[in-house]
């Protein structure tokens, strides 16, 4: 059974910067591209950030040139690391992994964590 935890949130004023990461165990974490999802309030989850396999990257516009998204496969962790937060970054932010970007892009997904709770406010 794979399991997934998020963790790095808090609460943070606009401008400022948080890391979260995601833990993984149960599977082989080198072979699966890696995602950040987050889901404000009465909001659609939304794909945020991915990396694939290897380096490829894919980034929502709304977070394009303030987020970076990596990966450790030694320790089996995602990272997301976040600049800039505004107030519409708040969100419970959750990771998961498909077999690749294009399907991630596409809903495939795996069982959701608990996510973190980013809140972003002065």
């Known amino acids: 059974q794979v399991q997934l935890v998020e963790s790095g949130g808090g609460l943070v004023q606009p401008g400022g910067s948080l890391r979260l990461s995601c833990a993984a165990s149960?599977?082989?974490?080198?072979?699966?591209?890696m995602g950040w999802y987050r889901q404000a309030p009465g909001k659609q989850r939304e794909l945020v950030a991915a990396?694939?396999?290897?380096?490829?990257?894919y980034y929502a516009d709304s977070v394009k040139g303030r987020f970076t998204i990596s990966r450790d496969n030694a320790k089996s962790t995602a990272y997301l690391q976040m600049n800039s937060l505004k107030p519409e970054d708040t969100a419970v932010y959750y990771c998961?992994?498909?077999?690749?970007?294009?399907?991630?892009?596409?809903?495939?997904?795996?069982?959701w964590g608990q996510g973190t709770q980013v809140t972003v406010s002065s």
């Open positions: 998961n992994r498909a077999p690749s970007i294009a399907t991630m892009q596409g809903g495939h997904h795996h069982s």
């Open positions: 990396i694939s396999r290897g380096v490829l990257t």
């Open positions: 149960g599977d082989i974490f080198s072979i699966y591209a």
